[in-house]
């Protein structure tokens, strides 16, 4: 969703420059003098007929001769600027360099880009943040550091073979312990076709870089393995011929010691695949894992824990296009999130019919014929249809007393209320327990189920007291050491500010909210408690960059507010750019209920916060991993993304340059040129086939989640 149009292919042009609203215009009769003049003057030449002569000054020769010497250098004058902004022009098309950004004085990092020729095990692998050029450093600390190069390797074949990633806990005697037993899921219908595996390597690139931000083992992931292409798409189709059921897509492709995963591997003839049906026929093989039946309500004491379900819903819209990149990313999702995990997620498209013309709800065939013209076969079957018409009947106006439409577009566009189809969604599907809104340019290399799960008990861990202010903190481990000690020290920033930290729901002025649920009030207060309120309860919200106070900021939506009252300060807010999160029923009820009932409106990345916030949820910013192509240093990164001197600086305004050179933000320009590396592709003339064939091969990166991919290509 642009703001600024910061847009990751336009880096080399600068940022641009937020478009000012003009001043209105005189309408109607106009108390300007301007046309008064002009009929004074034409009334005075219908007066004196001498008015419509050229009348010539008599001027003398010197006076001519300094009018002619003026114009010339006026000439002149204009004819040099014009020519300097010619050849300004021309130079910077030339690859003249524009003004760099402070941070991309910082040297670049390449062990993104080692392959797996490079392959090392987890505890001989040294970060390239960690490797010491000893030529130019001559600081004597420098020589306690590790200093381990990539291995020589002259085979063409990785060190190491790929494994089996498996990282559900099914089969475990602590999991059956609790929990009722797992039923295989199928592909097809007479239960033959297994779900296929994805292939890990048990090792990381020797020197690849590691994360800025976030961190694997806090979260729970698995930290000592990559992931390369053939053993991520290959069983999905990528490295098959289509005569096979597969796409063919892995022909020009370096390929050194891919064919081992079909040892064990069966290719699966994808041509007839209809996900909507294997999804259906996993949950009924699985729904008493879900559902409390009588006997287990009597017998509370030896009843089996139940598992939360949830719909992971797809943001789509008609006319997208779907490349055979898109294919593998949704068939590893459906496949790893819901069949493979017992039914436990369900992939949905949430499909936005742009055309208010189309008939979608008075036609079953109008509707059917929409979802074909604008999904792959394989998914015709997982498709719901909305409509902005359709929200306008929903959530009807008027949204009063809006503060400020930076937008300048309607209420009910998707650019401003993309949380009514979720919130819809939310009341049509209520058998869910949470929802997850994902963007079609959002992409994984790792293992769907892992992440999302793991995400999920980490969130469940937190404690409330400090939340909504660790939240607001990237979390930076070779700054902060442990997710502990990064916790003690928001409390410390919090104690020494100016400010109360969040405890429950806040108290601010208003004329008209919801009562938030009873079970959020605080059982203690802020200084009783111990870090134990909250632990063990599910979060509300979890998002994947900061939940900050965009009132500190110059972020451009932050006034975007509607169905206060005017009269009183604007109500506290919280936002997270991108709009991809977890949401809960319970939050998505809220949301639901202060829209019709109270007519209380924000834009898109602001609105679940803020209700969550107000409303005392649990809402959690998950540190995930975000590397960085410039190597900053670490007070400078903390200090530009954590403690801006003022609020032009902040990263989530006008310091939004600053998130250019990263894996994961709105407008991310390294997010998708890596991607595509890991796919193959040659990106600003490095990288691709030959380079893989004649280096360490192709690349292996560990679980990490990119935005934006705008689009993919592969080995050419």
Avoid at 58 to 73: N, Q, W, Y
Avoid at 160 to 166: A, E, L, S
């Amino acid at each position: 969703m642009p703001r600024f149009h910061l847009s990751p292919l336009n880096i080399g042009e600068g940022p641009r420059r937020f478009l000012y609203d003009k001043l209105p215009s005189h309408s109607g009769e106009s108390q300007s003098p301007l046309p008064q003049t002009t009929q004074f003057f034409k009334s005075w030449k219908q007066r004196n007929p001498w008015s419509n002569r050229i009348q010539r000054p008599r001027m003398s020769f010197a006076r001519v001769v300094t009018l002619v010497i003026a114009a010339f250098l006026l000439f002149a004058m204009l004819g040099t600027g014009i020519y300097k902004r010619h050849i300004r022009l021309s130079h910077r098309g030339k690859g003249e360099e524009r003004k760099l950004y402070h941070w991309e004085h910082y040297d670049k990092l390449h062990g993104f880009f080692n392959g797996i020729r490079d392959l090392v095990a987890y505890r001989d692998w040294v970060p390239e943040q960690n490797v010491i050029d000893m030529s130019s450093s001559p600081n004597p600390e420098d020589n306690i550091k590790p200093k381990k190069p990539a291995p020589l390797n002259d085979k063409k074949e990785p060190p190491m073979d790929p494994i089996v990633f498996n990282p559900y806990p099914y089969a475990s005697e602590e999991y059956l312990k609790h929990h009722d037993k797992v039923e295989t899921c199928y592909l097809d219908e007479d239960n033959k076709i297994e779900t296929p595996d994805i292939y890990a390597y048990p090792g990381i690139p020797q020197n690849m870089t590691a994360p800025f931000f976030g961190s694997y083992e806090e979260l729970g992931l698995r930290e000592d393995v990559c992931f390369e292409r053939f053993g991520r798409f290959g069983p999905y189709g990528y490295s098959y011929s289509r005569e096979e059921g597969g796409l063919g897509m892995s022909a020009k492709s370096e390929a050194a010691g891919s064919e081992k995963i079909w040892s064990t591997e069966k290719k699966v003839d994808w041509r007839h695949m209809d996900w909507g049906k294997a999804q259906k026929r996993c949950y009924e093989k699985n729904k008493v894992r879900f559902h409390k039946n009588e006997t287990e309500t009597k017998d509370s004491e030896n009843a089996k824990k139940k598992v939360p379900r949830h719909a992971y819903i797809l943001r789509t819209w008609t006319g997208y296009k779907y490349s055979d990149y898109q294919l593998l990313t949704i068939r590893a999702m459906i496949n790893e999130l819901s069949l493979k995990s017992g039914g436990e997620y369900d992939v949905h498209f949430l499909l936005h019919v742009k055309d208010d013309s189309i008939p979608i709800w008075s036609s079953e065939e109008i509707y059917q014929k929409t979802i074909r013209d604008n999904l792959p076969e394989e998914f015709w079957g997982m498709a719901t249809l909305w409509s902005e018409q359709q929200m306008k009947m929903y959530y009807p106006e008027p949204f009063p007393n809006n503060v400020y439409n930076h937008a300048k577009a309607p209420v009910h566009s998707v650019y401003r209320s993309a949380h009514f189809a979720m919130q819809w969604f939310a009341q049509v599907h209520n058998e869910y327990d949470f929802y997850w809104n994902w963007e079609m340019d959002l992409r994984f290399s790792g293992h769907y189920y892992e992440f999302h799960n793991s995400i999920g008990e980490w969130a469940k861990k937190q404690p409330r007291k400090g939340m909504w202010e660790r939240a607001t903190r990237y979390y930076i481990p070779s700054l902060h050491g442990s997710w502990h000690n990064f916790t003690e020290m928001i409390e410390e920033e919090t104690f020494n500010s100016d400010e109360k930290p969040v405890w429950g729901p806040p108290k601010f002025e208003h004329s008209g909210m919801l009562d938030p649920p009873k079970e959020v009030e605080p059982p203690q207060s802020y200084l009783q408690d111990n870090y134990d309120w909250g632990v063990g309860e599910e979060a509300d919200l979890i998002t994947f960059n900061p939940i900050f106070d965009p009132a500190k900021t110059n972020w451009v939506f932050r006034d975007d507010v509607s169905g206060y009252d005017l009269d009183l300060p604007e109500p506290p807010r919280r936002c997270a750019i991108i709009t991809v999160s977890r949401l809960s029923r319970r939050l998505l009820d809220i949301m639901h209920r202060e829209t019709y009932i109270m007519k209380h409106h924000m834009f898109p990345e602001m609105w679940p916060p803020t209700v969550a916030f107000h409303h005392g949820l649990k809402a959690v910013y998950a540190p995930h991993p975000v590397y960085f192509q410039n190597n900053w240093p670490l007070e400078a990164i903390d200090g530009t993304f954590n403690h801006p001197h003022k609020p032009t600086d902040s990263v989530f305004g006008w310091g939004e340059h600053n998130q250019l050179g990263n894996s994961f933000y709105y407008n991310a320009a390294f997010s998708a040129q890596w991607w595509r590396r890991w796919l193959g592709s040659r990106e600003n003339d490095e990288g691709g086939t030959e380079h893989e064939l004649n280096g360490s091969g192709r690349l292996c990166i560990r679980p990490t989640l990119f935005h934006p991919v705008k689009y993919e290509k592969g080995a050419e």
